[in-house]
C-alpha cells in the first residue's frame, strides 16, 4: 500500500495550493482519510479529515473557512484545498488512511496508511 502526496511548494500569503493524495495497493473508498502536518520540533497535527462518502468532514479550527477537504473515490484520491495561505500555515503536510471502514478518525492514532509527506512553505 502507497499513499502518494503532491502539490507542495512555496506560496506568498493569501495564496493557494491543492495538494493530492493517490493511494495505490488497494482501494480505501470505504474508508476515512486525512491530512496532518507537522513543523520541526512539534508534534503531528490534524489539519482536517474526511470519511468514505465525503458526507462527513473535520476540519481544525485554524484551518476552518480555508481549506477543502475532498476525495474521489473512482481514483482513490484525497484533495485538500488550502486558500488564503497564512506563514503559520507552513509545514510538511502527511495524508492519511484508516485500515477501519466509514470512520472518521481526527487524530494520528486512527489512521494505519500514511504517505511521504510533502512541504509546503508560505512567504509573508
Known amino acids: 500500500v502507497q499513499l502518494q502526496a503532491s502539490g507542495g511548494g512555496l506560496v506568498q500569503a493569501g495564496g493557494s495550493l491543492r495538494l493530492s493524495c493517490e493511494a495505490s495497493g488497494r482501494t480505501f473508498r470505504s474508508n476515512g482519510m486525512g491530512w496532518f502536518r507537522q513543523t520541526p520540533g512539534m508534534e503531528l497535527t490534524v489539519v482536517s479529515a474526511?470519511?468514505?462518502?465525503?458526507?462527513?468532514?473535520y476540519y481544525a479550527d485554524s484551518v476552518k473557512g480555508r481549506f477543502t477537504i475532498s476525495r474521489d473515490n473512482a481514483k482513490n484520491t484525497v484533495y485538500l484545498q488550502m486558500n488564503d495561505l497564512k506563514p503559520e500555515d507552513t509545514a510538511v503536510y502527511y495524508c492519511?488512511?484508516?485500515?477501519?471502514?466509514?470512520?472518521?478518525?481526527?487524530?494520528?492514532?486512527?489512521?494505519?496508511?500514511w504517505g511521504q509527506g510533502t512541504l509546503v512553505t508560505v512567504s509573508s
Open positions: 492519511a488512511a484508516d485500515r477501519e471502514t466509514y470512520g472518521l478518525p481526527t487524530h494520528r492514532n486512527g489512521y494505519d496508511y
Open positions: 474526511i470519511n468514505w462518502s465525503g458526507a462527513r468532514v
